[in-house]
């Protein structure tokens, strides 16, 4: 990608602007050996910090371009270390906030592309729209006057790329990390009208969790964390409680058969594969527990709505979990 560094960067970053043209004479320079350097790299960021105007095709180039140099070029390719990760963090942040959603697109595209990620990538994302949740603003609400407190349908299936990405290429549980991040927006949005997706998107998260830590073992992400059809709002002679524990119901039933009891042997395996990821991306993976999960559920002293169909659910059908969670979900559903 020797053709970059001849680039007229220099007049570009005067003007403040990149054309079209100027995508296709970067693009083409890309594709004479397909080999993108850290030098280069630095200078495609330096391009899109410092153009406040972008041709619509500079989003498409620049994230392709810096996903297959974090992913492809440098070692071990394929995969993603903590160092790597971390600094890709720390070129798309600014105060530990991704600013705009090209770079966003970004973490997301690598997550999807990489063979295994560090958890501190997906937990980072994942905080970005944990932001936009909490605060009502950020990237992903440029132009659009939303309150702070709800989270949208586009949120949604963002965060649910998020964690298809992190888990796309083996049978791994929502690890705790994803789950404080989700557990905090789902108490962020605990006031405000529920969103089924959202509530789709949690429940099975949060399941994902409870049967992993039961010793089950776990489907693929993609099976897990499908989303249903049955995401219609409530009619107006159905409260929004039924409605949700109706839909839970439901959706978790769908996706319940794909829990399968682990032997001894298997459980060693899995330990081994996470033992695995850990070595490559070169950081541990924390683990749920049960005793955490207990003392996420119902933290402020009161269940979301998300989290008391959960609780109804697991009480009405009584799975086979740890008994931590039994004797928890019998406590709290008593006194929700």
């Known amino acids: ?8 960067s220099q007049d570009v970053l005067r003007r403040g602007s990149i054309k079209d043209t100027d995508v296709q004479v970067l693009r083409r320079s890309f594709y004479e050996d397909g ?11 330096r391009l899109n910090d410092g153009c406040s105007d972008k041709h619509a095709s500079w989003a498409d180039f620049f994230v392709e371009a810096i996903a297959d140099f974090v992913i ?31 770079e966003l697109e970004l973490l997301v595209t690598v997550l999807e592309k990489a063979r295994w990620a560090p958890v501190s990538l997906v937990k980072f994302a994942l905080e970005q729209v944990r932001e936009a949740v909490i605060s009502g603003e950020g990237p992903l609400r440029y132009g659009q006057a939303l309150d702070p407190g709800t989270v949208t349908d586009g949120e949604v ?5 998020m964690l298809y990405g992190f888990g796309g290429y083996g049978n791994v549980a929502i690890t ?48 897990a964390l499908r989303q ?11 409260s929004v409680l039924a409605f949700l524990l109706s839909m839970v119901r439901t959706n978790l039933d769908s996706v319940k058969d794909a829990y399968l009891d682990q032997t001894a042997e298997e459980r060693a395996l ?15 993976i924390t683990e749920s527990e049960a005793s955490w999960l207990v003392n996420r559920l119902a933290r402020d002293g009161r269940l979301s ?11 009405q059908e009584c799975p086979k979990i740890h008994p931590v969670l039994i004797e928890a979900v019998d406590r709290i559903g008593d006194a929700a």
Do not use: C
């Not at 990608?1 to 007229?8: A, K, L, R, V």
């Not at 299936?157 to 790329?161: A, E, F, K």
């Not at 249903?228 to 159905?238: C, E, K, R």
């Not at 709505?305 to 009480?315: D, M, N």
């Open 270 to 284: 899995a330990r081994l594969e996470h033992q695995r990821i850990e070595i490559i991306t070169n950081e541990e």
């Open 176 to 223: 705790r990390d994803e789950a404080d991040i989700l557990f905090d927006i789902d108490e962020a949005v605990a006031a405000a009208t529920p969103n089924p997706a959202w509530t789709d998107l949690f429940v099975k998260a949060v399941a994902n969790v409870i049967m992993a830590v039961s010793g089950y073992a776990v489907p693929t992400r993609e099976e």
């Open 1 to 8: 990608m020797s053709g970059i560094t001849s680039f007229p």
């Open 72 to 102: 492809f070029q440098e070692r071990p390719q394929g995969y993603l270390t903590a160092a790597n990760a971390q600094w890709l963090i720390d070129r798309v942040s600014s105060d530990g906030k991704v600013e705009s959603k090209s």
């Open 305 to 315: 709505p998300s989290e008391t169909a959960l609780v109804a659910y697991l009480k």
């Open 157 to 161: 299936d963002l965060i649910r790329r």
């Open 35 to 45: 080999i993108v350097s850290l030098e280069e790299a630095d200078l495609l960021f």
């Open 228 to 238: 249903d059809a049955s995401l219609h709002q409530p009619d107006q002679q159905t």
